[in-house]
């Protein structure tokens, strides 16, 4: 194996979700609230409670539905429904791989079985999945998306300072053993078609998702709200309090 073939690799590996399972008793709702949605890719974890049409909470890579705890919970103490979701090969996930695809579409098929939905509140990689369901037919009065995945995978591995021909072979690694790509999705094109209404949320202090890209995407979006903040990191600002006061004034709570 050459050493660019071991570098790709490697750098393959650390793209695996790693976030931690979501065991019985781990969880903040109580394990009657669980089912399990069938889909295209296999079948996905959810957790729902309240009555009427729920807010559908998504998080991002390398985490779980526990992200969520403050926010949730802070809804159904306000008596709003919830329903929160593990993604593809995370926390309850049995399924193998993650990837774009296989997450948009987890998210589109939790949003056929479960809705209406009210709203989908999405965090980092999770925004993407969740754009993409939107794309596919998924149609939330709201859509709140906080710190999404605006640069390409290519130029984040760029500025975590990965060489060209390693993300390249990456690239070609991760398309011969998923079947899927790893192209930036292109968050207006696929909103182009929705009709609720969007805000986004970004901080200057968040390297992974630039808020100058954030509001570009908000500029070009027509009646989509931001967002700001100056000093809350990129995981940070979805455990936030204010945010969530933020979310919740959006949403005339």
């Known amino acids: ?3 660019v073939d071991q570098q790709a690799e490697a750098l393959l590996a650390d793209m695996k979700p790693t976030s931690p399972s979501a065991a019985p008793g781990q ?3 109580p394990p009657q609230t669980r089912r399990d949605i069938s889909g295209q890719y296999g079948s996905t974890p959810v957790w729902r409670a309240g009555e009427g049409p729920p807010t559908l909470f998504v998080h991002g890579w390398d985490d779980t539905h526990r992200v969520w705890r403050r926010f949730a919970q802070d809804f159904l103490q306000n008596t709003r429904p919830v329903l929160v979701m593990d993604l593809p090969a995370h926390g309850a996930s049995k399924a193998e791989h993650c990837t774009p695809v296989t997450a948009g579409a987890a998210v589109a098929e939790v949003c056929a079985a479960e809705g209406p939905i009210d709203t989908i509140i999405a965090h980092s990689f999770g925004c993407d999945a969740s754009v993409r369901a939107v794309a596919a037919g998924a ?7 906080i710190a999404p995945p605006l ?4 130029d984040y591995q760029r500025l975590k300072g990965h060489d060209d021909a ?4 990456a690239l070609d690694l991760h398309q011969e053993r998923t079947g899927s790509d790893m192209a930036r999705t292109d968050f207006r094109a696929a909103l182009a078609d929705y009709k609720g209404t969007i805000l986004l949320v970004g901080s200057d202090a968040d390297e992974s998702s630039p808020l100058a890209l954030i509001r570009d995407l908000a500029h070009s979006l027509p009646g989509a709200r931001l967002v700001e903040d100056d000093t809350l990191s990129h995981r940070d600002i979805a455990l936030d309090p204010r945010i969530l006061s933020e979310i919740t004034a959006f949403l005339g709570y």
């Open 1 to 3: 194996m050459s050493d």
């Open 27 to 29: 969880n903040f709702l």
């Open 139 to 145: 149609s939330p009065d709201y859509l709140i998306l």
């Open 151 to 154: 640069l390409d995978w290519a």
């Open 166 to 169: 390693v993300i390249a072979r």
